[in-house]
Each structure stands twice: as C-alpha cells, then as structure tokens.
C-alpha cells in the first residue's frame, strides 16, 4: 500500500529532525572551542531549517512536471530522504532498546528524592535576569525545583570497610547571573546537610567571569571528612583566564583534579581518584596498569559521560559524570531529545552499569537555557555498598 504524500512528508520530515539532532547532539561533545561551536550551532539550525523547507516543497509542492527544477525527482533529493528514513528507523530502533533495557541492572539498591522548592525555602525566586524570571514564569518550568537523591548503590569491587560511603555529586552549575548565589548557596547547604564522606564536583562551574567571586560564598562552603574535588566542563573554557577559576577552587579549599590522580585515604582504605576533563582540557590523568588484585578502589570525575571508554580500559570502578542536564527537556514516553553527548541521549541521566566501571550521571544544578521540563535540576548523594 503506497503512501500518501503527507504520511511521506511526516516521516521524512521526522527523520529530517533525528540527523539533525544527531549532528547538534555531536557537535556540542566535540574538542572544538566554544566559540566554533556556538558559530556552527546557528549553521547548524539554519541549515536544518533550509533543508527540511526544500524537502517539503518537492514532497508536497506542484506536481512534478511543474516543480522548479523538478526538486523531488532530483536523486539528491531522493538520497536525502532515504538517509532520513534510515536515520528515523535507528532511532526508533535504540529508544525501543533503552525502553526496554536500561543497563543499571541490580546497582541501584534505594532512590530517595527530597524535592526542594527554592522559592518557597527563601520565601523569593532568586533570579537575577528579566528573561530568566520570564522564563520562569512558564507553566511546567522546573528550573526552581530542586530534587535533591539519596541514591543506595552496589558496586563489584567496594571494600567492605568502605560500606556505607557517603559520596555527594554537584555538577553544571552554570554561574552565569541568571540565578544568584542564594540558589547555590541552598544547594550547598543541602549537600552539607547529608554530612558526605567526600564531595565531588563534575564541571561547568562558572560561564561568566564576573561570577569566579562567587565561588567562595557558594562551592567554598562545602564541607565533607575526606574532603571536596572538582574539574573543570567545556563551558568553564568559556573564561578568558582559567587559571584564574582554578586558583579561586583551590583557595576555596577545593581540590582541583583536572588531569590529576591522588590517592586519598578513606576508613584508613586507600581511594584512588582521578580527574578527567577532555576533550577540553587534555590530557587525560596518568594512570598505571595494574592487576585487579592491586588496583586500590577508583572514583573518576569526568565532565562528560563520554569518556566511559577510558574509563573502562583503566579499570575505573565509579565514574561521575554531568555534562548532558538530562536532556533538560524530557517528553512524555519520548524522553530527552538533546544531549551533548556523541551516545546521544543513551547516557543521559542515571545510573548506567558498563563493567568494570559503574556510571553515575547527573542532571546538574543549571544551564545557559533557563528551561527545564519534565528534567528538574539535581543534586546526588550516593551511599556506596558491597556488591554481596
């Protein structure tokens, strides 16, 4: 049974949508500099724009014999719209396998979420732009929503004097002056509230340089026995003096772990934790080949959930990543759409079991867009326990 003309434009025009995607979402995970990347995103939506009006114009435009230079009988035209066709096909066939499949498998003992209402707690929205508050103001926005999660979780090679970890996450906090410190420093407060063993910071600190000061007030406030970490993300490389963000973490008391591994003594065990935050700020940490036998316990802290190959190849038994905002606009059943990520949307948010390494990623605190549907912004507290 042929199809009509607009059940072909719908599924044209739909996997027209899924490669475009498919190129944004890569984009954004590239080692480009920030500033190609923002250039290329607008060439990228133009050109996606353009494209999806000229194969709509040869799908459902005059007849053949009339079309301006025959468009829809070109085979550009018809190799373009087999590659949209194939392009929706693959990703119908991968959501159907993460619906089906989510990979955490038996990891993840106990989720609690504490939701927290921030304009309630302080009694005012602390926003500090007008677009931001207009923002805001839309109906389902969850940029105000914190959900703060308590999180038990297995893992293979935890040492049983290790049981009972208490490991905070905080990532993409995005300091940009669209949110003022007050929403930080709440989340901040939350996380010192949970009493952690260690904290851990996974990138995209600060976008704007003018809110470096605040990060004593806001992340300097952190307080954890084994002490607070952090790296840097792709938009922290934003600033024209980097060095001057790193030298404000590490005065603030914050151990910076770009490129970096340390070995940190927990319940008297040795933790081996590392840093990792290429593509952007390469290399990658040294890391030594060792046997599972004297491989101590590792945490890696890597901006993007891209980096799970490395991850894997080096052993490494918990990795933190952030980076994705979990989509930031999650649809009903379709999930996440857009994800800076060269998996797509595969690790968007959550916990994700690639042995030897366990993935923890993080929906982060904020984001350059001030939006958020059905993706509120997340603080983690992960309880570690032995696997058996």
């Known amino acids: 049974m042929a199809l009509t003309p607009y059940a072909t434009a719908a599924i044209v025009s739909l996997g027209h949508v899924a490669l475009w995607i498919w190129l944004y979402n890569r984009l954004h995970a590239s080692s480009l500099p920030s500033r190609a990347v923002r250039h290329l995103e607008k060439w990228?939506?133009?050109?996606?724009?353009?494209?999806?009006?000229?194969?709509l114009f040869g799908l459902l435009g005059p007849?053949?014999?009339t079309a301006v230079d025959g468009a829809w009988t070109t085979w550009l035209a018809r190799l373009w719209c087999g590659i949209c066709v194939l392009m929706l096909a693959y990703v119908v066939t991968a959501w159907c396998v993460r619906r089906w499949h989510h990979p955490s498998g038996h990891c993840l003992v106990h989720n609690d979420t504490t939701r927290i209402r921030v304009a309630d707690v302080l009694g005012h929205a602390p926003i500090g732009r007008m677009v931001t508050r207009?923002?805001?103001?839309?109906?389902g926005n969850e940029i105000l929503e914190i959900?703060?999660?308590?999180?038990?979780?297995?893992?293979?090679?935890l040492p049983h004097a290790l049981a009972?970890?208490?490991i905070a996450q905080i990532t993409d906090l995005h300091l940009t002056g669209q949110l003022t410190p007050e929403f930080f420093q709440l989340a901040v407060e939350h996380v010192n509230r949970w009493e952690p063993d260690a904290v851990m910071i996974t990138g995209d600190l600060v976008d704007k340089a003018p809110c470096v000061a605040w990060i004593p007030a806001t992340l300097g406030r952190l307080r954890a026995r084994y002490g607070v970490y952090a790296i840097l993300g792709n938009h922290d490389q934003r600033l024209a003096d980097v060095p001057?963000?790193?030298?404000?973490?590490?005065?603030?008391g914050i151990h910076d772990l770009g490129g970096r591994t340390m070995t940190c003594r927990m319940r008297d065990v040795p933790v081996l934790?590392?840093?990792n935050e290429c593509p952007w700020f390469p290399p990658a940490p040294p890391w030594v080949p060792c046997t599972d036998a004297d491989r101590p316990f590792s945490i890696l802290l890597s901006h993007s959930p891209d980096q799970l190959p490395w991850a894997r190849r080096c052993g490494v038994d918990l990795m933190l990543a952030g980076h994705t905002h979990g989509g930031q606009i999650r649809l009903p059943v379709v999930g996440p759409i857009i994800c800076p990520s060269r998996y797509g949307v595969r690790y968007a948010?959550?916990?994700?079991a690639e042995p030897p390494t366990l993935l923890h990623v993080s929906r982060g605190l904020a984001g350059v867009q001030p939006l958020r549907w059905g993706c509120p912004p997340e603080l983690t507290l992960l309880e570690l326990q032995p696997n058996g």
């Open 44 to 55: 990228t939506i133009f050109v996606a724009v353009a494209t999806c009006g000229w194969l």
């Open 164 to 166: 009972g970890l208490r």
């Open 147 to 157: 959900h703060a999660q308590h999180k038990i979780i297995r893992l293979a090679r």
């Open 63 to 65: 007849p053949r014999e």
């Open 273 to 275: 934790l590392a840093g």
């Open 349 to 352: 948010s959550g916990l994700f």
């Open 134 to 139: 207009l923002c805001a103001a839309l109906p």
């Open 244 to 252: 001057t963000l790193r030298k404000a973490v590490a005065a603030s």
